[in-house]
């Protein structure tokens, strides 16, 4: 048996310790509760220069996946980590890996899939996999994490599929556990053994295709290509866990059972639940009662046979799924339970019951009265293990904590919009910072926001200088998490919530259906203004649906709030976090100093994509913001699609003083790293030049006044801060000279106007 180690470690710190143990290749990543952990320990451990895995932070997790597969069909160890609505934004590119016979390896930290939003665990998620071609691992406790990750690998390239690892998010993911790691990495590499490449692909003399075209001559044998080695893995895998046995001591079987030898009642459950069932199961015992629990380490290949020999004893089986296949009678796990029983002619009674989900705790009490329900004959074989019937008697209607922000009560004449003849640009009038307060407040104070934070200081700046009815749609993110905890919710406006992907798409279908429906008479005339809130990690995963909306030309506004990072995760880089910044997927270390490659400037894509009307605005200049916003809604509701970005403080992450967040945002203003412009109709327009006021700074002032980036002002990171000042130069720069041409094609212009109106 190999040298070991005992940790105290989480599941997730443990997957990550036997990914660097393995000496994987490449990991693509995007950061989801509750896997995050798993991609921040690999970065930590990067910078430390204790793993040299190379780790490519995708915009979303469809991409993440294509990452993966890109490395696998290039011969690389490739791993990655994800959860829930991750998983199934991925889930189109997995049956390609699978399809096409390139091993890794993916950990599915459990959690549930949306909608509502949850982020709380049960296996809705990874029943989605059941069909994917997917070798299916799952771990009830930390030292399987670590253990079936090196297993999986091996059993992986072995038969040439992917594999996934499944345990428990917020059980089995963060709670930490006594466990064993082998001392020396060698020691797992000799197990996993060399790397393979049947097909190598930068072989120039002998080339392949990977993915060809398929008729259906040719499917059907390549599905049962993968059908055979599906089943080479249900030979393979019991061999795999008995070698494992002899260096680590740990034995495995794939399925596992605990008191079941003569148990006439068996709780079936997967995960974190089958411990605490393992201690009812005890305490029963103890008053006579002949029960028992099993789990299964392997959904695909599916174990029918050990699991229906393992139960054929008893009379009655209850399977617990922390998940339901609606409409079937039962979760994935009963349903299949029951096939492989009545497969191996078992007689005994399967009952169903569907719990946990969204997290809901499972106490060791759950556990003997799902085995007390099962024994009780009168009970239904399919039900929802204590589902609260919930039922209101109303005897007055009940009143709204706020009155709703409607026409009547916004429509003020503060901020009017007028269009000169001979000119394409757009003129605001009033907009008076004062004035303006008048304007009701959309979203209500009592949020659940950090103090200083600048979400609802910039959103409601924005609205400020919107006078017509508005709908919001928050894409997942901060604003949107603090703002509806159910059953509240801080809007006095209509308010729909979607994922970080798919916001701009959402509200494009809402604001079409509303021109239709108002064409065919079904909703009055009149002009409401569609806006989408998103954080820029909403703008990174998010970015095709915005420009899809972009290039469409619907009728609303997209707003984004840009605090530089995924700060509702916890803080991982995001495309716009600046370069040098510290995040829990960007450290400092002896191999890096924070984020490797400069932010994203997402304006200046809007602009390229023809949008008729782009700006930028900041909390220190509210005038300039409150303009922006009546121009960008004037757009939004006669143009096409209308963009404005803010600069938002998130003082949690950027670790400075939440009292002093407007100087943060001015200094960003004055060093040009956020410079204030807009592109209204292909015109740039620079409407603060701290150049020209004597006011520019340079870029190492703004980085000194917050935490994330104060590292960079020692002597060992000026090669960096120069690399972020040329930069930040360069596209200042640039806009200074786009403004100028502008400038001087509106000066032609109108001197030609001139001259058409007096004569030569």
Sequence with gaps: MEEQIMEYASGNEMAAMAVRQIGYDLMGYYPITPSTQIAEQLDADKAAGKTDLLMIPAEGEHSAAGICYGASVGGGRVFNATSANGLLYALEQLPVQSGTRYPMVMNVVCRTVSGPLSIKGDHSDIMYMLNAGWLLFFAHSVQEVYDFNIIALRLAERVRLPAVVAYDGFFTSHQKRRCYRFEAQDAVRRYIGHKQEPYPFFDLEHPVTVGGYMNEADLMENRYQLHEAMEEARTELPKLFREYEVISGRSYQVVEGYAYQDAKILLVLLGSSYETAMEAVEQLRKEGKQVGAVTLHSLRPFPEKEI?????????????????????????????????????????????????????????????????WAENKSTPDFAYYEVQEKTVTVKEPQKPWFLPVTEERTKLGLTTIVKKAGEEELHVLGGNLNATTEIPKRLAPGHGACPGCGIPVNLNLLLRGIEDPVILLFQTGCGMIVTTPYPKTSFKVPYVHNLFQNGAATLSGLAEIYKRRQQQGELPAGELVFIMVSGDG????????????????????????????????????????????????????????????????????MAAANVPYVATAAESNPADFIKKAAKAAEYAKHSGVAYVKAL?????????????????????????????????????????????????????????????????????????????????????????????????????????????????
């Design 308 to 372: 229906s020999q393992m139960c054929r004893q008893a009379d009655t089986i209850v399977v617990a799924d922390r998940q339901d296949s609606y409409g079937a009678g039962g979760g994935n796990l009963s349903l299949e339970i029951r096939a492989a029983i009545q497969k191996y002619g078992g007689t005994v009674h399967v009952k169903s019951l569907v719990y946990g989900l969204g997290g809901r705790d499972f106490f060791v009490e759950d556990a003997k009265h799902m085995l007390q």
């Design 538 to 605: 909403g703008m990174d995963i998010g970015m095709g649906s915005a420009l899809g909306t972009a290039f469409r030309g619907h009728h609303l506004l997209l707003f984004e709030y840009d605090n530089g990072g995924y700060m509702n995760t916890g803080y991982q880089l995001s495309y716009s976090t600046p370069l040098g910044a510290k995040s829990s997927t960007s450290h400092i270390g002896v191999t890096q100093y924070g984020k490797e490659f400069f932010h994203k400037d997402m304006p200046q894509i």
């Design 648 to 760: 938002s403080a998130c003082p949690l992450n950027w670790n400075d003083n939440p009292a002093k967040e407007r100087s943060v945002i001015e200094m960003a203003v004055d060093t040009c790293y956020f410079p204030l412009y807009e592109v209204e109709n292909g015109k740039t327009i620079l409407n603060y030049n701290p150049e020209r006021a004597g006011k520019k700074q340079p870029v190492r002032e703004w980085l000194a006044m917050m935490g994330r980036t104060k590292h960079l002002i020692r002597p060992e990171y000026a090669e960096v801060v120069e690399l972020l000042q040329q930069e930040v130069d360069r596209r200042y720069y640039r806009l200074v000279k786009q403004a100028d041409i502008s400038s001087s094609k509106t000066n032609n212009k109108t001197a030609e106007n001139r001259r058409n109106h007096y004569g030569s």
